[in-house]
């Protein structure tokens, strides 16, 4: 591939995370315009952005909301570049012999105020070393287990994987239960979803890239479509004090997970990111019994 073709593919892969950045942000106002249940004398929350740069190439915006129904959302975006630790390189595709690499991606965690609204995390990412691929996927964590919002969430994953391969809900699906699971804890996060990383087609496909492209920007677009519903059917209902401490607890769990295991910290600490993006996706407030 020419230098140039390579850096097209990097602009408008970057260019998807930013634009899908500003459609979810933008969505998620309205609904917080839109609230009249508990918390409606809020004041409705709005999007803060604040811009930081790595040390070692590229850099970021966050994008965080603090809301009457969104207690705390965050939606992140990165570009990124530069070269892996000695100690992390062998860990990434293509980096051992060559440990330059470009990376860019859209990193979102909702936790709301009510119990009864789920907690959400999406993420998709295109990252570039001798080798190019994409991961990401999206993931529901219920307060109170709410079968039909389960299934709507994951029949939303799995008209975006069908579009592209009938292979991939499945076998994504799989793949976000056995990553979501807290293993110390031996249970699952949330009620799952899709995960997938490593997703290269080139070696198989005619215009590889552009057919993976095509499902990152469709896993979006699924996100952007069903949460935001699933929100507005709970968000106007009222909740007590019991639920409360059950959510908190939960998102304990929540922050165990992501702390211990998740593997976009550890690229964000390893690589010398924004500690402040990377930890975005803990809770406001959380408990332990």
């Known amino acids: 591939m020419s230098q140039d073709s390579e850096e097209t593919r990097k602009s408008e892969a970057a260019a998807w995370f930013a634009e899908l950045r500003d459609r979810i942000c933008a969505e998620l106002e309205r609904v917080e315009s839109e609230l009249t249940g508990p918390h409606a004398d809020l004041p409705a929350g709005q999007f803060e952005r604040k811009a930081w740069e790595r040390p070692g190439g590229g850099g970021g915006v966050m994008s965080v909301l603090r809301g009457r129904v969104f207690e705390k959302a965050g ?18 595709p293509g980096a051992a012999d060559d440990p330059r690499f470009w990376a860019s991606g859209i990193s979102l965690v909702i936790h709301p105020r009510s119990p009864l609204v789920p907690t959400v995390h999406m993420n998709t990412r295109h990252i570039r ?3 190019a691929w994409f991961g990401g996927g999206m993931d529901l964590t219920p307060m109170v287990p709410e079968t039909p919002d389960r299934e709507e969430f994951h029949a939303a994953c799995r008209s975006a994987c069908d579009a592209h391969d009938q292979g991939y809900y499945p076998r994504f699906k799989a793949w976000c239960d056995d990553y979501f699971f807290i293993k110390h804890r031996g249970e699952a996060r949330g009620v799952g979803g899709i995960f997938f990383d490593d997703l290269d087609s080139s070696g198989v496909q005619a215009d590889g890239w552009s057919r993976d492209f095509a499902f990152v920007r469709d896993v979006g677009l699924a996100f952007l479509d069903v949460y935001p519903r699933i929100v507005r059917r709970h968000m106007n209902a009222p909740w007590g004090e019991a639920q409360r401490q059950h959510q908190l607890m939960r998102r304990g769990r929540y922050a165990e997970f992501n702390l211990v295991y998740d593997r976009g910290t550890k690229f964000g600490l390893m690589t010398g990111g924004n500690v402040e993006a990377i930890l975005m996706s803990l809770p406001p407030l959380a408990s332990w019994p």
């Open 129 to 131: 070393t001798t080798k």
């Open 75 to 92: 939606v992140n975006v990165s570009t990124v570049h530069g070269e892996f630790s000695a100690e992390f390189r062998r860990q990434i």
